[in-house]
C-alpha cells in the first residue's frame, strides 16, 4: 500500500521519476511506438509528426525531440510541456496528474519510502550507489566471461590470416595477451579485449562479415604493450578506429621505423570516456609523438579533428588541496567538429582579452575561409557564420558538405598551431606532437591488402579510386532502393487491396447485392471447382510473369455508356440483348474470326552481353495455358552488344480467351511505354487492323461480364409480355450459386444461420448440397453449401426471391454469376406479369 502523500512533498517528483514508464505513460497520451532497441534500452515515439527518443539516465527515463532539442527531460517535464491538451500544465497540476496515472497504472503496486522531514534531505540517499556499482560489475563480468570464458587464449587466427595479418605480427610481444578465441557454441571469433584504468571493460567480436560488441559503456579502448615490451619507455602512440587497423599499420610500418610504439583503437567512434583515457595513457607514457591513423574518409578526419583539440603532451601533475591533479594548458582557441549525412561543421570558440582581439582572430580566420573558397574552381565550399561575441568569448562554426570535410581539416591543423603560439611560452608543446599518417586507400588494412597483391604506392592510390567510385555507386543504389523502398511502402495498402480484387477476380467469386438489378461490378463464377481450378491457376501463372489480365483491361477500358435509358427500359434491354439472335447481336466487321493473326514480340536486353531476355518472356507465353503459339527467337547484337530478338506470337479471334490474349498484349505495350522498369526494351508489333479486331472480339467474348448497354443491338423495345413469354416459352437450363454463411461458432447439435438457410433454400424448391464448415482461431464459424435450381422450374418466383433474402441477411453472401442472377429476375418478374394477367382474365371473364 503506497504511503500518503503530503502536498508538494519534494520527494515525490523523484519518485515521479523513478516508478513511472515513461513510454506507458506518453502511449497514454496517444503516441504510438515506432521503434525500440533490441535490449529494450531506447524507444522511439510519434505523433502528429512529433518524434521523441526516449532513454535511460541513472535511474529514472529521460526523452528528447528530435526536432527541438530544448524540449527534453523527466516524466516531469514531459507532462508540463504536453498536459491540458497541449497548453502545459504547472507543477501541482503535475504532481496531480502523475499521482492518477499511479493510482491507476498498470504496473504493479509499488512501495514509496515514507515522507521525511525536510531538514533531512541534505543527508537522505536517493539510492546505494555501491550496490548499484556491483550489480554492473557483476553483469559485466558475467558478459565478459561469456565470450572468452576462463582461458583467454588465442587459440584459431582464421580470421586474422584472412585479413592478411602474418604470424609474425600476431606472434609480436606488442600484442601478446590481447587478442583471443571468443567461442561460443559452435562459433569461433577473434575477439579484442578493450581496458580502462579498473581493468578489462569491454569485448569486441570480430569475424567474416560479424562485428560485435559487448552492450556494456563504451569506456575502455583496445591497447597493445610497447613493441620493445612492457615497462619500456614509450616514444610514439599510434591511435586507429579499430585494431585491424593497428596491426595492419605495425606490419606495414613498424619495420622501417622501430620507434618504441603503443598501439590504441577505440573500435570505431571514439567517446568522451575514450577520448579522455588515451590522454591518461599519454600522461603516464610520456610519449614524443602521437600518430592519428585513422581511415581516409569523411569520418577519419572528423575524428582526427577532435584528436587534436582534446589531445596534449603529458601533463604534469600539481597538488590541489590534499590531493593531486593534472595540470590542464590554456585554450585561447577550442575546436569539436561534429557530422550529419551530407555536412561536415566545426565549431571553433576563440577565448580573449577583449573584443578587439577577439575581432582581430575572426579576421584572421575569415580571410583565410575566404583565400580557401576562392582556388576551387566550383566556388565557396566553406560556410562561416558568427554565432556568438562577447568581451571574452567569440564562437564561430564553419560548415562544408561531407565529401570537402578534408578543408576543415585543414583548418583545424592551422588552429592547432595558431593556439600553440597564442600560449604562455611556458605551456607550448612540441611542434610536431600530433602527426595524421593516412593510408593510401580508405583504411589500413586494405593498404595491407593492395600491398601484398604487389602494388606500389601509385597503383594502391589508383585502386583506391576505383574503389571510391564503386562506395559512390553502392551508396547511391542504396539511396536509390530506400526511396524505393519508401514509395512501396507508401502503395501497400492500395497494392493489397488491388490483390484482394485480383484474388477475387481470379476464383470467381465476389459478393454482389441481389437486390439492386443495376449493380454493374464485373462478376466471373465457375460451373465446378475443377473449371475454376484450372482458370485460377492460368491467371496466377500469367500473373507471376507481371502480366496484366482481363479484369485491368476491364477497368481500363470500359464500355461506351450508349444513349441513357431509365431503369426499367435497361433491364428490358438487357433481357433483350441476352435472348435476340446473336446475328442481330454481335456485328463486328472483323472478317473471318477463324483467321489465324501475327503479332510480333520484340525484346531488347538491357546490358550488353547478356541473353536469355526473350527466352524467359517466350516460355511464359508458351507455359500459360492459353491459346496463342509462338515460334522460334530470332536476334542480332548491335554495335554495343546489345542482344536484340524478336518472335511470332499467332492467335484467333474466335478462342474464348481472346480477351486475355488482348489483355495480355495491350497492357504490355503500355507499361513498357510509362517506363515500367519490368517491360523495358519490350514491345509488341502488329497491324492497326488486326489490333482492332481483337479488340472487337475481346468485347463479344463470353468471359467479359454482361453488365455493359446493349441498347444499340436492339431492333425494336420489346415489351414485358414478348420477355415473359420468350423466357417461359424457352427450354430451361441448369444454374449454380455457393452460398457462404459466417457466424459466432455454435456447440455441437446446436442449429445455427448456415442451417437456417439452407432449410429455407430447401424449401424454396431449389437444391442443397451438404454444409462444409470450419472455425477460425477468433471462434467465428465459415461455412458454405452449394446450390443448384432449373430457370424453367415451377417455384423460380420462390426461389429468386429466397435467394435475394439471403443475399441481404447479415453474415450471408450468396455468389452467382451477375447473368445467372439478372436472369432468375427476369423470369420471375415474368411469372409474376403472366399471374397477374391470368388472374384479371378470370376476373372480367
Known amino acids: 500500500m503506497n504511503a500518503p502523500t503530503r502536498e508538494n512533498d519534494p520527494t515525490e517528483l523523484d519518485r515521479f521519476k523513478r516508478d513511472i514508464d515513461l513510454v506507458d505513460y506518453a502511449e497514454r497520451q496517444g503516441y504510438q511506438v515506432k521503434k525500440e ?76 519510502a515514507a515522507p521525511v522531514d525536510v531538514s533531512r534531505l541534505s543527508a537522505l540517499p536517493v539510492g546505494d550507489p555501491d550496490h548499484e556499482r556491483q550489480q554492473q560489475e557483476d553483469r559485466k563480468t558475467r558478459l565478459i566471461a561469456e565470450v572468452l570464458g576462463v582461458n583467454k587464449e588465442l587459440t584459431d587466427r582464421t580470421y586474422l590470416h584472412g585479413r592478411g595479418i602474418t604470424e609474425s605480427t600476431i606472434d609480436s610481444p606488442a600484442f601478446q595477451g590481447r587478442i583471443f578465441t571468443a567461442q561460443q557454441n559452435e562459433h569461433k571469433n577473434t575477439a579484442f579485449p578493450l581496458y580502462n584504468e579498473q581493468g578489462l571493460a569491454s569485448v569486441e567480436q570480430k569475424n567474416e562479415h560479424y562485428k560485435s560488441l559487448l552492450p556494456l559503456p563504451k569506456n575502455g579502448i583496445w591497447v597493445s604493450h610497447p613493441t620493445q615490451g612492457k615497462d619500456t619507455p614509450v616514444e610514439r602512440v599510434v591511435v586507429s578506429e579499430s585494431a585491424i587497423d593497428s596491426l ?60 587534436m583539440n582534446e589531445l596534449h603532451p603529458a601533463r604534469p601533475l600539481i597538488p590541489v588541496a590534499d590531493q593531486e591533479a593534472y595540470k590542464e594548458a590554456s585554450r585561447p582557441v577550442e575546436w569539436h567538429a561534429t557530422s550529419d549525412k551530407y555536412h561536415t561543421a566545426l565549431k571553433v570558440s576563440y577565448h580573449h582579452d577583449s573584443a578587439e582581439n577577439g575581432a582581430a582572430q575572426v579576421q584572421q580566420l575569415t580571410d583565410r575561409v575566404v583565400k580557401m573558397n576562392g582556388i576551387g574552381e566550383a566556388g565557396p565550399t566553406i560556410e562561416l557564420e558568427v554565432q556568438r561575441s562577447t568581451e571574452r568569448e567569440t564562437v564561430l562554426r564553419l560548415s562544408v558538405a561531407r565529401a570537402d570535410t578534408a578543408q576543415l581539416e585543414v583548418i583545424s591543423q592551422e588552429l592547432y598551431r595558431q593556439r600553440e603560439q597564442l600560449r604562455p611560452e611556458q605551456e607550448r ?67 493489397q487491396e488491388d490483390e484482394k480484387r485480383f484474388t477475387q477476380a481470379v476464383m470467381g467469386t465476389a459478393v454482389a447485392d441481389a437486390g439492386s438489378p443495376d449493380d454493374s461490378r464485373p462478376f466471373r463464377s465457375y460451373r465446378s471447382e475443377q473449371e475454376a481450378a484450372e482458370h485460377t491457376a492460368q491467371f496466377v501463372h500469367a500473373k507471376d510473369a507481371g502480366l496484366v489480365l482481363l479484369k ?38 472483323t472478317g473471318s474470326s477463324a483467321e489465324e493473326k501475327t503479332a510480333t514480340w520484340k525484346i531488347d536486353e538491357v546490358t550488353a552481353s ?5 527466352e524467359a518472356w517466350k516460355e511464359i507465353l508458351d507455359n500459360s495455358g492459353y491459346s496463342m503459339r509462338t515460334s522460334e527467337v530470332r536476334s542480332t547484337i548491335d554495335e554495343q552488344g546489345i542482344r536484340r530478338a524478336e518472335f511470332d506470337m499467332t492467335y484467333r479471334n474466335d478462342q474464348p480467351d481472346i480477351a486475355i490474349i488482348h489483355a495480355i498484349v495491350t497492357n504490355t505495350n503500355s507499361r513498357a511505354e510509362a517506363g515500367n522498369e519490368k517491360y523495358a526494351g519490350v514491345s509488341i508489333a502488329e497491324s492497326e487492323s488486326d489490333r482492332a479486331a481483337r479488340q472487337a472480339a475481346a468485347e463479344a467474348a463470353a468471359i467479359q ?53 439452407k432449410a429455407a433454400i430447401t424449401s424454396s424448391g431449389a437444391k442443397a448440397g451438404e454444409i462444409q464448415s470450419t472455425t477460425d482461431a477468433e471462434g467465428i464459424r465459415h461455412s458454405e453449401m452449394k446450390v443448384s435450381y432449373r430457370t424453367d422450374q415451377p417455384e423460380i418466383g420462390k426461389i429468386s426471391q429466397t435467394l435475394d433474402a439471403v443475399a441481404n441477411q447479415k453474415g450471408s453472401q450468396v455468389i452467382e454469376h451477375s447473368s445467372d442472377r439478372a436472369e432468375r429476375k ?20
Open 37 to 112: 532497441g533490441k535490449r529494450g534500452d531506447w524507444h522511439q515515439l510519434v505523433k502528429d509528426g512529433e518524434v521523441l527518443i526516449v532513454t535511460r539516465k541513472d535511474d529514472h527515463q529521460v526523452y528528447l525531440n528530435t526536432g527541438d532539442d530544448r524540449d527534453k527531460g523527466s516524466v516531469i517535464d514531459f507532462a508540463k510541456t504536453r498536459g491540458n491538451h497541449g497548453h502545459g500544465l504547472n507543477l501541482g497540476q503535475v504532481r496531480q496528474q502523475l499521482r492518477e496515472y499511479l493510482n491507476d497504472g498498470p504496473a504493479p503496486s509499488r512501495i514509496y
Open 248 to 307: 595492419s599499420h605495425y606490419q606495414l610500418k613498424h619495420e622501417k621505423d622501430p620507434k618504441n610504439t603503443i598501439y590504441i583503437a577505440t573500435s570505431g567512434t571514439p567517446t568522451e570516456a575514450q577520448v579522455a583515457l588515451i590522454q591518461r595513457v599519454i600522461d603516464k607514457q610520456e610519449p614524443k609523438e602521437i600518430v592519428l591513423a585513422n581511415d581516409r574518409d569523411a569520418g577519419g578526419r572528423q575524428f582526427n579533428m577532435n584528436y
Open 429 to 495: 608543446g612540441q611542434e610536431a606532437f600530433i602527426r595524421v599518417d593516412y593510408p593510401q586507400a580508405k583504411d589500413w588494412n586494405r593498404d595491407l591488402e593492395l600491398t601484398a597483391q604487389g602494388m606500389n604506392a601509385e597503383q594502391i592510390r589508383a585502386q583506391a579510386v576505383l574503389d571510391e567510385q564503386q562506395r559512390a555507386a553502392e551508396r547511391e543504389q542504396r539511396r536509390q532502393e530506400q526511396q524505393q523502398r519508401q514509395a512501396q511502402s507508401e502503395a501497400q495498402q492500395e497494392r
Open 552 to 589: 485491368e483491361y476491364i477497368n481500363d477500358n470500359p464500355p461506351p455508356t450508349g444513349r441513357k435509358v431509365d431503369e426499367a427500359e435497361q433491364e428490358e434491354l438487357r433481357g433483350r440483348a441476352r435472348y435476340a439472335a446473336p446475328t442481330a447481336v454481335i456485328n463486328i466487321p
Open 610 to 614: 547478356t541473353t536469355g531476355r526473350a
Open 705 to 757: 461480364s454482361h453488365n455493359r448497354d446493349r441498347s444499340q443491338d436492339v431492333a425494336e423495345k420489346p415489351t414485358h409480355s414478348d420477355n415473359a413469354a420468350a423466357r417461359l416459352g424457352a427450354q430451361g437450363s441448369e444454374k449454380q450459386v455457393i452460398i457462404k454463411v459466417d457466424e459466432p461458432a455454435t456447440t455441437a447439435g446446436e442449429r445455427g444461420q448456415a442451417e437456417a438457410v
Open 826 to 845: 427476369d423470369i420471375s418478374r415474368g411469372q409474376e406479369i403472366t399471374l397477374k394477367r391470368t388472374r384479371t382474365a378470370e376476373i372480367t371473364r
